[in-house]
């Protein structure tokens, strides 16, 4: 669990970043730079109202300043360094690989992966967040790809874009060659 100084620290940082004072945020939040300082320093913990003010007077998420993951705000992931594959993104199949791109930042729900495909091979998405944009852009090599029973051709630099839930789709490798598929779920906050 994230505590209240870590809260306060990354409120601070992000506040010092943006060139903005104490004043600049009490404009935009409505809540006095007393408390606001208050915050900062670690002596009280924001309520969840007065996190989505405070972030949206600093533009920032407000998940930013509550992630419990120690990432950071700019992430370059080498290929080394590679995280295991989205737990957002299951599939079932043969033939197939599924492999993390990037470990993800600060405040960030976008999870993306690397889809190979074998010759032949056969791979169907059998988790996606609920709600989201779903993208897969074909880097290399040529497939079939399947929407609700829907198939035709997915060839290189060929993308999809569609928003989540579905279900029913589907890949099938092309006859000569692995194909690379690069996949990105943006995961939405459910609107209710």
């Known amino acids: ?20 004072t104490l004043k600049d945020v009490e404009a935009v939040s409505g809540f006095s730079s ?3 300082s ?12 007065a996190l989505i003010r405070i972030a949206q007077a600093l533009d920032k998420d407000p998940s930013f300043f509550i992630e419990e993951r120690i990432l950071d705000e ?19 199949g043969s033939g197939y690989r599924v492999d993390g791109l990037t470990r993800g930042v600060l405040g ?13 091979g ?3 998405f059998e988790q996606l967040p609920e709600f989201g944009d779903l993208l897969l852009y074909c880097v290399s090599g040529q497939c079939d790809i399947s929407v609700e ?3 035709q051709p997915f060839h290189e630099g060929d993308s999809l874009h569609l928003e989540a839930p579905r279900s029913g789709i589907s890949v099938r490798g092309g006859p000569d060659q692995e194909t690379f598929i690069v ?6 906050e459910s609107v209710s």
């Open 1 to 20: 669990m994230v505590t209240r100084e870590t809260v306060g620290a990354r409120i601070r940082e992000v506040r010092t970043a943006k060139r903005k």
């Open 183 to 188: 996949v990105i779920v943006d995961p939405q």
């Open 108 to 120: 960030g729900r976008m999870l993306t992966c690397e889809l190979i495909v074998e010759p032949s």
């Open 74 to 92: 700019v992430c370059v992931t080498s290929a080394e360094d590679r995280p295991p594959a989205a737990a957002a993104i299951q599939c079932s």
């Open 149 to 151: 029973g829907r198939a």
């Open 38 to 49: 208050e915050i900062e320093r670690g002596r009280t913990s924001p309520t969840v109202g």
């Open 122 to 124: 056969a791979v169907s």
């Open 34 to 36: 007393t408390h606001i």
